[in-house]
């Protein structure tokens, strides 16, 4: 079974500062895509950047960028210019590349905080 | 752009009680997928619906049913409420394809009391 582990529990940032967030993940499958998801003390959950396992270039949006290694199992999430809105819980997931239609598993999540 | 929609917002019930949550896909996702998230944890899968026919199926207990309507809504039934059933509980959709992205709804709140 595949599982997604981030290891930061909580992590702090001052405004306008560069913080990564890590996530790691076990699969013995080839074809997957991960996902990094905000969710903010409204709770909704937002859809920050994606990157699908077969493309070597990481994936970036605007001031959020990853670093994917895939022989080492890596995720991680570089949110450049931190600003207070990005003060909320981010999830690290995984999702196969075949079978089933595909359902998200999620890490324990990641409580950034921004200092002003 | 449309979103996943989900109703009630908030509901509260008692022991015993049942209660329906309601989600409406974006137009033209053939799929819906449940998640339960407790106070303080990560979003557990539930359930998912491809074309009206379950497609997966995760930690959803047998006191739980759910499906997917022609209209391409789906409504999760929850009998027997239990205090532990207490939890923010999303709808998913995405079109079929692994490339496409979950897109969220913002949540019902069930307080079981």
């Known amino acids: 079974a595949q599982t997604v582990t981030q290891s930061q529990p909580e992590m702090s940032v001052q405004e306008a500062e560069t913080v990564t967030l890590s996530c790691t993940y076990d699969t013995s499958e080839s074809d997957y895509y991960l996902f990094w998801y905000k969710q903010p003390p409204s709770r909704q959950m937002i859809l920050v950047i994606r990157q699908e396992a077969y493309k070597q270039q990481n994936a970036t949006e605007n001031r959020f960028s990853v670093n994917f290694q895939k022989a080492a199992k890596s995720f991680s999430l570089k949110i450049s210019d931190s600003q207070l809105g990005d003060a909320a819980m981010y999830f690290c997931?995984?999702?196969?590349?075949?079978?089933?239609?595909?359902?998200?598993?999620f890490g324990k999540g990641t409580k950034l905080s921004v200092k002003p | 752009a449309a979103g996943v929609i989900q109703s009630p917002r908030h509901l509260i019930k008692e022991k015993r009680e049942t209660a329906t949550l309601k989600c409406y896909p974006i137009p033209r996702h053939d799929t819906v997928y449940w998640y339960q998230q407790g106070p303080g944890q990560d979003p557990q899968f539930l359930i998912s619906f491809y074309e009206k026919m379950q497609s997966d199926k995760g930690s959803i207990p047998d006191r739980f049913s759910a499906q997917q309507f022609s209209d391409y809504h789906s409504e999760l039934n929850m009998s027997s409420l239990e205090l532990g059933d207490s939890a923010l509980y999303f709808c998913?959709?995405?079109?079929?394809?692994?490339?496409?992205?979950?897109?969220f709804g913002n949540g019902t709140r069930l307080t079981v009391t």
């Open positions: 998913a959709s995405s079109l079929a394809g692994h490339n496409s992205p979950l897109h």
């Open positions: 997931a995984y999702r196969r590349g075949e079978g089933s239609q595909g359902n998200l598993i």
